[in-house]
T-cell receptor, first 111, second 114 residues
Framework: DAKTTQPPSMDCAEGRAANLPCNHSTISGNEYVYWYRQIHSQGPQYIIHGLKNNETNEMASLIITEDRKSSTLILPHATLRDTAVYYCIVRVAGTGNQFYFGTGTSLTVIP | GAVVSQHPSWVICKSGTSVKIECRSLDFQATTMFWYRQFPKQSLMLMATSNEGSKATYEQGVEKDKFLINHASLTLSTLTVTSAHPEDSSFYIC??????????FGPGTRLLVL
């Protein structure tokens, strides 16, 4: 079962930062936070993941609270192509460990 | 990122026939692959975990005799939907796990059973 809670939907103006929250209050010490997004009728796309430190890559930044019970994915300059469902998943690292998807957040970027 | 392909991208079949879907990791070796199913307006549901050279592990409620999984090599896993029925119509997605543990997903296969 998914161990995360996300708002069902959010809007963001094009060019502005999109901040997507995720609660994972029961996260274990060895579980990572992963973020994926799914554009309509496509497979999920990996965005970023982290354990406890904040992470940044070319797509986004991941901010994890000190107690690790919540995190925020930041898309610094949202574009229309960022409109998608964003999933936050917690999972123990390792090749054989499963992902259980929650309902995600449907982000709509508005022109 | 790593590339995972699926074939076919869509398939229409008659009720009672079997359909095979292939999942390939194109630029890395994947000891573990996963199969998901997604119904309209719903999230992805994990069906099974496929390990190279061993039997797949199915999630609770997924019929292993109906959804046959074969993972014969480090780059290929197949899902066969046997005796498909209209209720099996769905979007089937695979993923492959690289050394880091990050899963990379295929583009999905849309199955319509008439």
């Amino acid at each position: 079962d998914a161990k995360t809670t996300q708002p069902p939907s959010m809007d963001c103006a094009e060019g502005r930062a999109a901040n997507l929250p995720c609660n994972h209050s029961t996260i274990s010490g060895n579980e990572y936070v992963y973020w994926y997004r799914q554009i309509h009728s496509q497979g999920p796309q990996y965005i970023i993941h982290g354990l406890k430190n904040n992470e940044t890559n070319e797509m986004a930044s991941l901010i994890i609270t000190e107690d690790r019970k919540s995190s925020t994915l930041i898309l610094p300059h949202a574009t229309l192509r960022d409109t998608a469902v964003y999933y936050c998943i917690v999972r123990v690292a390792g090749t054989g460990n499963q992902f259980y998807f929650g309902t995600g957040t449907s982000l709509t970027v508005i022109p | 990122g790593a590339v995972v392909s699926q074939h076919p991208s869509w398939v229409i079949c008659k009720s009672g026939t079997s359909v095979k879907i292939e999942c390939r990791s194109l630029d890395f070796q994947a000891t573990t692959m996963f199969w998901y199913r997604q119904f309209p307006k719903q999230s992805l549901m994990l069906m099974a975990t496929s390990n190279e050279g061993s039997k797949a592990t199915y999630e609770q409620g997924v019929e292993k005799d109906k959804f046959l999984i074969n993972h014969a090599s480090l780059t290929l896993s197949t899902l066969t939907v046997t005796s498909a029925h209209p209720e099996d119509s769905s979007f089937y997605i695979c993923s492959a796990s690289g050394e880091s543990g990050t899963q990379y997903f295929g583009p999905g296969t849309r199955l319509l059973v008439l």
